[in-house]
């Protein structure tokens, strides 16, 4: 993910990404790229996924993600978190490349 990250010059406003990515190591390199402004982080954790140990009145974003998806459903939560944009801009891609 570093190495990726490296490619964009600029600020980053969000990072969207499938389930491959998730996991803690993901979303520290995403906000130690802007430490100050960290991008919003758009993972749909692995269904088998537990919240972190950490202190339970700052929970991470992936904490947050987690959570919602408990309470809400995972439908609820790809609304919620703007997941869905990520399927249309497969759909681009692809389309582009069979043009190509």
């Known amino acids: 993910m570093p190495d990726l990250l490296d ?3 600029g600020e980053i406003a969000s990072v969207t990404a ?3 990515y998730d996991g803690d190591p993901v979303y520290q ?3 130690s790229r802007q430490p100050g402004q960290p991008p919003v ?3 749909p954790p ?5 919240p972190s140990t950490a202190a339970a009145d700052q929970p ?7 959570q919602l998806i408990a309470e809400k459903g995972r439908m609820a939560w790809q609304k919620a ?3 869905g944009r990520r399927s249309l801009v497969e759909t681009a891609i692809g389309r582009h ?3 190509i």
């Open 29 to 31: 390199a995403v906000a």
């Open 46 to 50: 692995r269904a088998s996924a537990v």
């Open 97 to 99: 490349k069979a043009l």
């Open 18 to 20: 499938d389930g491959a």
């Open 7 to 9: 490619q964009v010059d």
């Open 60 to 66: 991470s974003p992936r904490d947050r993600h987690i």
């Open 41 to 43: 982080v758009v993972i």
């Open 81 to 83: 978190a703007g997941y």
